[in-house]
């Protein structure tokens, strides 16, 4: 069987890290079964969706590296939800509806204040023709409702949550479609789904009802049901849903020198029984994706594990995946120099400046000034220049450990830690480490 999945956003904001979760999962879901991804822009609300916010979800999606196979968006395909809203009403499972919201509001309080579940009494389903023409007649244009079937529950075996079960009964007709004409959520996502061929529908657990719904939408319109998975929501660490979190974004992870494939390994496995690990090879990671390792209690992001999985990544990166980031002139040894000792790739300039210079000198003792001019005198150029000059002025000097290594590391630094000098001190050259030397012995 074909496999294909979809993300679905609402282009009314940026992608937050619980989009970016969903989406991922999607994709991953498609990689690993060698299937579609369709990037499915959800912009039926014309005046709160923004062209700039598509732009940004493409760019998020694209810097993630999470490529769409084909994009499509519910702004042009009004005419189909147009056609199977007509199938739909006549073959009686739309019905027009007249209640203003405050009508509505007021239902809503009577049942609560009855201990009853605030459930829509379908009145509108009662009304004879007259009474229709009536409301009409009063300039009232209805809103619509998809009749929901009362007579089975509404099952699935759902890939997180197992089992799933639903009384029709218990639910609200859904209003499908505002009484202007423009469209809700439900019936739009549920004809794309079956034009557009989704076999899989995975999303967060805020939609488990609405999945209901749209089970007996595909029924009502002769398709498949597509196989659903809800996934438990992603929330702060301290437990909640957290507003910082709907705000996060891609933008603050780059800010932050985040790595995308961090924030991958980290997102892939976060909620799940598998150990978050800083796993930068993304066939390694699809190879243990699997819904069924999925929990259901909520998914705690923290920033301080997306930081160590991001150190970790970036201690394993390639010179080819950063020297595009690099600064100007730092080579393949320079970048092995220094990456033990950043934990993003911005830092690299800070260390970078070291080799490059100008560096600023401590105050050196009477002692020390003789000894890095010994150093400076001492110095040798060959395949270890490092090593020689420790081993030499060791064996000169008596020194040894802290006495040693720490007067040579500021002179030729500025700093008291950093990269490993052996590994430094090439990239420094000759002349500028014997000229540091020597100024350290002033
Ligand atoms: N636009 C909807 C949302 O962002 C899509 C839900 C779905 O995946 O069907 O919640």
Known sequence: MNHTTRFAPSPTGRLHVGNIRTALHNWMLAQKAGGAFILRIDDTDAERSKEEYVDAIRADLTWLGLEWTSEERQSQRLNAYEAAFERLRDAGRIYPAYETQQELELKRKVQLGRGLPPIY?????????????????????????????????????????????????????????????????????????VDMGVTQVLRGEDHVSNTAVQIQMFTAMGAPVPDFAHEALLVGKEGKLSKRLGSLGCDAFRERGIEPEAIIALLSRLGTSLPVEPIADRAQLLESFDLGTFGRAPAKFDDAELERVNTAIVHQMPYDAVKDRLPE???????????????????????????????????FSDEDRAYLKQAAD??????????????????????????????????????????????????????KARARLERGAL
Not at 331 to 336: I, K
Not at 394 to 405: D, N, S, V
């Open 378 to 431: 001492t110095l040798t150029w060959g395949d270890d220049p490092w090593g020689a000059l420790t081993s030499a002025l060791k064996e000169a000097t008596g020194r040894k450990g802290k006495a040693l290594f720490l007067p040579l590391r500021q002179a030729l630094t500025g700093m008291n830690h950093g990269p490993d000098m052996g590994e430094l001190l090439p990239l420094i050259g000759e002349e």
């Open 121 to 193: 009494d379908r009145a509108a389903l009662a009304l004879t023709d007259e009474e229709r023409a009536a409301k009409e007649a009063e300039g009232i244009a209805p809103h619509w409702r998809f009749k929901l079937d009362h007579d089975e529950a509404i099952e699935w075996t759902d890939g997180v949550r197992g089992k799933a079960k639903f009384d029709p009964a218990q639910l609200s007709d859904p209003v499908i479609r505002r009484a202007n004409g423009s469209w809700l959520y439900m019936l739009p996502s549920t004809v794309d789904d």
């Open 329 to 363: 002139g730092m080579d393949e040894a320079g970048w092995h120099a220094v990456q033990p000792n950043v934990s993003t790739v911005g830092e690299v300039a800070e260390w970078w400046r070291l080799v490059t210079g100008p560096i600023e000198l401590p105050e």
